[in-house]
């Protein structure tokens, strides 16, 4: 049996990534994980599966949720999708979908690996601080309002339960959304611009 053949019987399946590193979704290692990758790949992923009215990053919706959450869990704002540079950034009517079909337990056995591995490589507890999801369900109330077309606020705010933010969101291009995300993380002690 060829090496690679070998390995994938033992650890699974891999992804490339940016670095053109072997990234092993089973067996994710803290080592492999990189602030300039994650950046770079969730400065690419758009969230909503693209349903919006241009490309709003990943890495854009956790540098806002950093700024929104309690400063001493900033870092877990910025880092709290982190995971989705490795799986992407799967809906949450989607994951529920998946569950009903019975492929929940896995996704969330692969998410929690890979916000392990996260939390391990940035120092930091798990679970994620809830202020990190309130603030997060706040930036998809803000979100709702201005990156689709028609009028969901309403929809979102009642199924959130929470206003959107006073400030617009305007999304950027994909490199400085990445930018924005690395710079964000230098300034919570993470990585060097």
């Given at each position: 049996?060829?090496?690679?053949?070998?390995?994938f019987?033992?650890?699974?399946?891999?992804i490339?990534?940016?670095?053109?590193?072997?990234f092993?979704?089973?067996?994710?290692r803290?080592e492999?994980?990189?602030?300039?990758?994650?950046?770079?790949?969730?400065?690419?992923?758009?969230?909503?599966?693209?349903?919006?009215?241009?490309?709003?990053?990943?890495?854009?919706h956790?540098?806002l949720?950093?700024?929104n959450?309690l400063?001493?869990h900033?870092?877990?704002?910025?880092?709290?999708d982190?995971?989705e540079?490795?799986?992407?950034?799967?809906?949450?009517?989607?994951?529920?979908?998946?569950?009903?079909l019975g492929?929940?337990?896995?996704?969330?056995?692969?998410?929690?690996?890979?916000?392990?591995?996260v939390?391990?490589?940035?120092?930091?507890?798990l679970?994620?601080?809830?202020d990190?999801w309130?603030?997060?369900?706040?930036?998809?109330?803000?979100?709702?309002?201005?990156?689709?077309?028609?009028e969901?606020?309403?929809h979102?705010?009642q199924?959130?339960g929470?206003?959107?933010?006073?400030a617009?969101?305007?999304?950027?291009p994909?490199t400085?959304?990445?930018h924005?995300f690395?710079r964000?993380?230098a300034?919570l002690?993470v990585g060097?611009?």
């Amino acid at each position: 049996m060829r090496q690679l053949e070998m390995e994938f019987a033992v650890q699974g399946d891999w992804i490339q990534t940016y670095s053109h590193e072997k990234f092993w979704l089973l067996h994710p290692r803290p080592e492999q994980i990189s602030i300039r990758e994650v950046a770079h790949a969730l400065g690419n992923i758009c969230r909503f599966h693209g349903h919006t009215l241009s490309h709003y990053s990943v890495a854009q919706h956790s540098v806002l949720v950093s700024e929104n959450c309690l400063p001493e869990h900033a870092l877990w704002g910025l880092l709290h999708d982190a995971h989705e540079a490795y799986m992407g950034d799967i809906p949450s009517p989607v994951k529920e979908t998946l569950k009903q079909l019975g492929a929940g337990d896995a996704l969330t056995v692969l998410e929690e690996r890979l916000m392990a591995a996260v939390a391990a490589k940035f120092g930091l507890e798990l679970p994620v601080p809830a202020d990190v999801w309130y603030a997060d369900k706040v930036l998809l109330s803000t979100e709702a309002r201005d990156l689709f077309i028609g009028e969901p606020v309403e929809h979102w705010t009642q199924r959130l339960g929470c206003e959107p933010l006073f400030a617009h969101v305007v999304p950027l291009p994909p490199t400085v959304a990445e930018h924005r995300f690395l710079r964000r993380a230098a300034e919570l002690g993470v990585g060097v611009l």
